[in-house]
């Protein structure tokens, strides 16, 4: 039922918000979105299995770029001890997981802000190019 849920929601959402927001040429930013359920299901209170979560994804409308924001989980559980050291290692190898270098970008946070901003620069000017 919560992906269920979840297809609508994403695809009348997308329809609602962000389809004028292209029509008009805006940059669109999300902070998460349906992919979080895959690497974080806890988050989501979903229980069922990622197969089933990966076909539902497949029915989802996708934003044209991902930056997967990652460090080693050291550095994360430093900060923040929501889940348990080992959970946190397997949420970040899932989302390291995500990354094919054409749509999902691995962006490395541990480098210095000046870095990881001329990483996300170089990364949408290629894509811009490649759109001519």
Known sequence: MKLCYFFFQYN??????????RVR?????????YDDLIADNKRYRYGGGDKVAKLFRSF???PALYFILVTDAET??????EVTFSELEN???KYK??????RYFEIDVSK?????VSNVTAI???KMYERR
């Open 91 to 93: 949420q970040v190898e």
């Open 12 to 21: 009348l959402g997308w329809l609602k918000s962000i389809v004028p927001l």
């Open 76 to 81: 994360i559980y430093k900060r923040k001890q």
């Open 112 to 116: 210095k802000p000046a870095k990881i």
């Open 97 to 102: 997981s995500l990354v094919d270098n054409k």
């Open 124 to 126: 949408l000017m290629k």
């Open 60 to 62: 989802i409308k996708k």
């Open 25 to 33: 040429s805006s940059l669109i930013i999300f902070d998460r979105y």
